[in-house]
């Protein structure tokens, strides 16, 4: 079927082309009394991938709804892309692509309508459609299936459906808020895969993830925790601050009860649950583990291994909600 | 603001709306099955009404009077009682809603040239038809007079109905030639707000709100998306409304189609600002879905669609001028059945410019905001 839209494709102008991707200063957005993110400053070079980690509630999604020329800051502001999110947003918008955790495809589309309406949305010439959707779909893995609604199709094939709707104009930049959450480890895997290639292409990836192991594909990182950013850098460096950090890895039954009682040490600056196992850190104490076995088997606990670990960055994370005054 | 964007967004929301099973029958059936509803209940005449006959004259003239009863149709004889008590256990076992009785004389009468009687009982249980009723009876009785005494001739008096009723306009009080022309207004209020704050509650639920305002897409693109489709929606239903209540229902339609349509297109305006208020005020599609159903009440009550207005308590009555469907539908009736014009109208016109316009920029700056958190 022809397209009712044939003009020629408006030339994108790449707004400062060897500046950073993000540029943020003084970014800042209130809700009445309510602080969700007060005044941060950070920066993300082109063609990186740039991880934005925090809890529920710590600002993520404000910041990067400001990032896109959505909501207007309180104060502060930043350029993306070139331009200036308070004063150009339909600009950035043009310029960017933008994914959620809830893969914001219209269910009730099939693939095919999906990708047709984003062609229309962004303004595609037939010929570069047919070639974008091609692309997609081959990418997706979706050939074939272009006429199934979309609301039928399993979460994996959703979610690379719906990065491709995001990125159908081809966009330098993309924010993906939680883009994994809610889907199975093999999907999550293979998404990856498909992130690494776009950035390996060049193409900038801001996102956010609370699955750590996750944060590690990440080039740098920002931690963001009560609207304040506690520590940015690579992985390596938001680490380093616990290397000298004894971590020990504890297998007990009942962890939860084991981890309340070992909270209560004063050995013990923090502690938490690593799925099923314990992780705590003593700080610059070392060889106390024999203490802490005695001290769980005194209590009627059943305990396995106790390792040393080389920090996490759930470990960094946790160390630097604590120094907060907080709890993750 | 791009007519490309705005297009593609047209296109997806008829997609949406030939995809949803719950949306299509409500959209294109209900205006039908309204318009029959009010048009064959609400809008049903009392006719063939039960009629009990006590004759004890027996002459020519007792004989036509019975049929000019019969005759009209609205009276079929139900019973021929020969006594008084006859006649009150007719009325009583509800055999009976109207009695008459002609006495001994009346004959005779006619051939004097004097007075005569004939007594005319009313069941008064149902209030609605006992009136019409009584309107019919000295209707016809009124009738009778002429044809025996002459016009101006002494008069025949039926018992305690001596009503010269003259009923303008809508000769034959048909309730379906005010329903249709109200329905016209009320369909378009209910598809509109009901319909469109349905898809935008639909949107943000689904997420795919929060998508759409990371393109390019501007706050006006995406409300001429919504609003488009639905106006054109209103049209169809509009039309499809109008030709059945002319053609099918016979409501004579003496105005012009430019002071119909527009006094409905002002109204619109109203409506789609209520659907805007409507969808911020819901978080789920029932609960816009209960939000109209308790907005649209008082607006049924209070409008004059169903019950006139001009009965209501004092503070009720001044409730009623804060609601855009009275006037409107003053404007659609009047036209209809009088041919009345701007002219005639502007009071009406005045008011509902003033409603719709600030109903419809109070939703829009609302709607904006709400986007802009």
Sequence with gaps: MQFPWTKTDRPRPSGVDDGDAIVVSGLRKTFGDFVAVDSVDFRVKRGEIFGFLGPNGSGKTTTIRMLCGVIAPTSGGGTVMGYDVVDEPERVRENIGYMSQKFSLFQDLTVDENLRFYSGIYGLTPEKYAERRAYILRMADLEGRENELTGNLSVGWKQRLALGCATIHEPKLIFLDEPTSGVDPTARRQFWELLNDLANEGVTLFVTTHYMDEATHCNRLAFIYRGNIIAEGTPQEVKADLTADTILQIAVDRGEEALAALEGLESVDEGYMQGSLVHVNLGRRTAEDAGLREFLVDHGFEVGAIDRVEPTLEDAFVHLVTQQGGRA | ?373
């Excluded at chain 2, 007519?3 to 030939?18: C, G, H, N, P, Y």
């Excluded at chain 2, 949803?20 to 006719?47: E, H, N, T, W």
């Excluded at chain 2, 639920?205 to 897409?217: A, D, S």
């Excluded at chain 2, 700056?365 to 709400?370: E, G, L, V």
Aim: proline share 4%; with cysteine.
């Design chain 2, 1 to 373: 603001m791009s007519w490309r964007r705005i297009r593609t967004l047209i296109w997806k929301e008829f997609v949406q709306i030939s995809r949803d099973r719950a949306m299509l029958p409500i959209l294109f059936i209900m205006p039908i099955l309204q318009l029959v509803l009010f048009g064959y209940v609400v809008g049903s005449d009392v006719r063939n009404l039960n009629l009990a006959v006590l004759d004890q004259d027996n002459t020519v003239q007792s004989v036509r009077v019975v049929d000019a009863f019969t005759s009209s149709g609205y009276f079929t004889v139900s019973a021929r009682p020969t006594s008084d008590a006859q006649l009150k256990d007719a009325l009583d076992g509800g055999q009976a809603v109207v009695a008459i009785t002609i006495p001994k004389g009346l004959g005779d009468a006619v051939h004097a040239k004097c007075a005569g009687q004939i007594g005319v009982i009313i069941d008064g249980s149902d209030s609605r038809t006992s009136g019409v009723a009584a309107g019919y009876a000295s209707g016809i009785i009124a009738n009778l007079s002429n044809q025996f005494y002459g016009a101006g001739g002494a008069a025949m008096t039926a018992g305690g109905v001596n009503a010269q009723v003259r009923v303008l306009y809508n000769p034959t009080m048909r309730a379906v030639n005010t329903m249709v022309p109200a329905l016209l207004a009320f369909i378009l209020l209910m598809s509109t707000s009901n319909v469109m704050s349905q898809a935008i509650v639909k949107e943000r639920e689904k997420g795919t709100l929060e998508q759409l305002f990371v393109t390019p897409i501007g706050r006006a693109d995406y409300l001429l998306g919504k609003l488009l489709p639905y106006t054109l929606i209103a049209v169809v239903q509009l039309t499809i409304t109008f030709l059945v209540g002319v053609l099918w229902f016979q409501v004579p339609f003496r105005g012009s189609l430019l002071v119909t349509g527009g006094g409905l297109m002002l109204f619109m305006l109203a409506a789609l600002g209520i659907g805007m208020i409507v969808s911020l005020m819901s978080r789920t599609r029932q609960q816009a879905q209960q939000t109209s159903m308790f907005l649209q009440m008082p607006q049924m009550m209070l409008s004059g669609f169903m019950f006139p207005i001009d009965a209501l308590p004092k503070w009720l009555y001044i409730l009623t001028f804060l609601i855009p469907l009275r006037y409107i539908l003053v404007i659609v009736r009047a036209n209809f059945l009088k041919g009345s014009t701007f002219v005639e109208l502007w009071p009406q016109f005045a008011m509902m410019a003033a409603f719709s316009i600030g109903i419809f920029l109070f939703g829009l700056s609302r709607f904006s905001k709400r986007l802009a958190d």
